[in-house]
């Protein structure tokens, strides 16, 4: 079984930045491929990033190129996304999501077998 839990939503202004944190149980890092997704109010839920063992951040969707930043924390069996140059439209419930695989990024949603709980990331304007 794993277990994933997000962290580090929050509100902030037009241009701020957050780190959004999944703590990871029941399997290490190495084993497993994490994606982000996030639903914004009133809008299908959307693919932003993914991380595997074999490759560093692929990102689903070219609105956060440049802006978002997948890592990985081993010693705590934590995965990241750095969120910066915030804009409104980013509003949303951040989720992660992963799928037991070494490698491969999938932006759709139901290749993936677990789900955290979801963390509310507001940017007011």
């Known amino acids: 079984q794993v277990l994933l839990v997000e962290s580090g939503g929050g509100l902030v202004q037009p241009g701020g930045s957050l780190t959004l944190s999944c703590a990871v149980s029941?399997?290490?890092?190495?084993?497993?491929?994490i994606a982000w997704f996030r639903q914004a109010p009133g809008k299908e839920r959307e693919g932003v990033s993914c991380?595997?063992?074999?490759?560093?951040?692929?990102y689903f969707t070219d609105s956060v190129k440049g802006r978002f930043i997948m890592s990985k924390n081993f010693a705590k069996n934590t995965v990241h996304l750095r969120v910066t140059s915030l804009k409104p439209e980013d509003t949303a419930v951040y989720y992660c999501a992963t799928k037991a695989a070494r490698y491969g990024c999938y932006d759709n949603e139901d290749e993936y077998d677990y789900w955290g709980q979801g963390t509310q990331v507001t940017v007011s304007s």
């Open positions: 029941g399997l290490a890092l190495d084993y497993l491929v």
């Open positions: 991380i595997s063992s074999s490759e560093g951040t692929t």
